[in-house]
């Protein structure tokens, strides 16, 4: 019999009751709950008279709604000037309260972005079966835990029963060998992976990030990975538990500890594939020709080399792709075969459940540091994902650092992301943007967004266009 | 949940492929803590030529005659013909709720984005898979007759074209029998209660610090 990949293993401690159609009841130890999602799962629940199943397995915090000017923060939810924002808001704090949830509220040191908060509190661990009412829930399958994205009906599904009802998914596994040239991130590897398997590629898969890449990369680099699964169709990214996990595990806040530690150090030493795992899907990139990536179009997988072209619908063959390019360089107003370089921006977004945590802080910073921000470029953001993470920055006078360039530092939250607060592009402006998502509209109506690392977002806000990070010197 | 059993109606085209979450139903409308009131803004911004918002009524917004799903051949359409990947992106429910709400029962696509596709089923719509020839087919045929109708049978597991020809469809067992009965499946879950209760007790002995977070 063939061995058992990490995501096999995962499953199999999880499976409370295997049906006979092949769907099974998986237990979920932790839920992560936002505003966004929730309101309507916990009037379901009400107007069916039910209870939460394990409150002290739930988290939740406000993130999407937040403001992040220090102006409008400093009075918490009164000073939310949206006020559909802040009933959504002040409703997730009236759920918590009433059922004893434990909740990082809007001002809380430890409040911030849903897939920031869960893996640096510790309350995302290794192992666990973890879900939130958002497509991003990948994200925490960095620490070896099997973590899916849902909808509103499965969060009240999850609450009132703390069960999920689920297929076991296919097995993909995508191993990036080599090493990766300097100046290129986690976030470059991500999204040439998505340019080479698609949108849609990873749909019914769980993938997992193996190979020398992944094995070298750092916690946060494989969260920015595992981040974007869902943008490759995959539900649930994940790489396997090793020294690293461990050590980016350890003291943290909700981390077991002392004897809890080693006994579950010892479980979690076997997560991971065996050797004679059978995958139902294996792609192998060469990680040693990843470039600084830059995406062009209205899908993740609209995706190419900072030093390559926007493509021409002249040289796709299949109709329906060709109607696709054609459509998204209208909308992005870009030419087919216009350097990546030609694109000039007015915006620079630093930030997002992908792109927000101290190393992606400290890797925008390295850039700007002694430079201006340009003088075309109306506006430039760094926004923390964290409460934590933003102490972290200041602490390291990173904060100075973007200021001093002319960027401006703000208050954790989703943010320009996905523009639900009052941070958004106007119609037509182009956005160096750092997080997951160029769909039309995404980042504010005829908003035109350009994925990319922290690096390059902060280097197209100095140079007032896309510029290959590596050019510019010292880089990380 | 409401049931769905068999379902008659006009076909209307989306027809691209990728359409994500975020297109179906912008962000700006996702601020309400309610259930409805989202179908006069599915495809906001395709529908109309303005930038729509939660506190701006959509009467008298400017209309974009170009989207087809305005015009008049396809008005009271209830089964949506797609392309591929529909429906990837964002997990908001809201996306199935506008769509039901807009009028649709029934989406039928060469493939789904996982997180939309269930949560399809948790609302009373149903999406269709079908080969990509036969979607290809079934625009052709839609686009040649004005008033094309479409038959669902999800007992029998068919589609049936105007001609009397069936396209015969998957759909998950247990999804099928919920969706049959409009069973709500917290209620079906609820019923093994117990099992929920030993796995607890069994994982409280292998691994207790999942058991006291927030203590």
Known sequence: MAGKTLYDKLWDLHVVSQRDDGSALIYIDRHIVHEVTSPQAFEGLRLAKRKPWRVDSVVATPDHNVPTTSAERANGIAGIADPTSKIQVQTLDDNCDELGILEFKINDQRQGIVHVVGPESGACLPGMTIVCGDSHTSTNGALGALSIGIGTSEVEHVLATQCLVAKKMKNMLIRVDGELGLGVTPKDVVLAIIGTIGTAGGTGYAIEFGGDVFKAMTMEGRLTVCNMAIEAGARAGMVAVDATTLKYVKDKTFAPKDEAWDMAVAQWNQLHSDNDAMFDEVVAIDGALIEPQVSWGTSPEMVVPVTGKVPNPVNEVDEVKKTGIERALEYMGLKADQAISDIHIDRVFIGSCTNSRIEDMRAAAAVVQGRQKAASVKEAIVVPGSGLVKQQAEAEGLDKIFVAAGFEWREPGCSMCLAMNADRLNDGEHCASTSNRNFEGRQGYGGRTHLVSPAMAAAAGIAGHFIDVRTMGEVQ | ?215
């Not at chain 2, 297109?23 to 309400?32: A, C, G, M, T």
């Not at chain 2, 918002?53 to 008005?75: A, D, H, M, V, W």
């Not at chain 2, 087919?137 to 597991?157: N, P, S």
Request: with cysteine.
């Open chain 2, 1 to 215: 949940m409401r049931a769905f059993t068999q379902h008659t109606g006009l076909v209307g085209p989306m027809d691209r492929a990728n359409v994500d979450t975020d297109l179906i139903i912008p962000k700006q409308f996702l601020k309400s803590i309610k259930r409805s009131g989202f179908g006069p803004n599915a495809f906001d911004e395709l529908r109309y030529l303005d930038e729509g918002s939660p506190e701006k009524p959509n009467e008298g917004r400017p209309i974009n005659t170009e989207f087809p799903l305005n015009l008049e051949r396809y008005q009271g359409a209830s089964v949506l013909l797609t392309r591929k990947n529909f429906g990837c992106g964002s997990s908001r429910e809201h996306a199935p709720w506008a769509l039901d709400e807009y009028g649709f029962r029934a989406i039928i696509a060469p493939s789904f984005a996982d997180i939309f596709f269930n949560n399809c089923f948790k609302n009373g719509l149903l999406p269709i898979v079908l080969p990509e020839d036969t979607v290809e087919q079934l625009f052709a045929e839609m686009y040649a007759q004005e008033g094309y109708r479409l038959t669902v049978d999800l007992a029998q597991q068919v589609v049936v074209k105007p001609n009397g020809e069936t396209l015969t469809f998957e759909v998950d067992e247990f999804r099928k029998h919920c969706l049959l009965n409009g069973f709500d499946d917290i209620g079906v879950t609820l019923r093994d209660a117990d099992k929920i209760t030993a796995y607890e007790q069994a994982r409280k002995q292998t691994a207790p610090w999942l058991f006291n977070f927030g203590a």
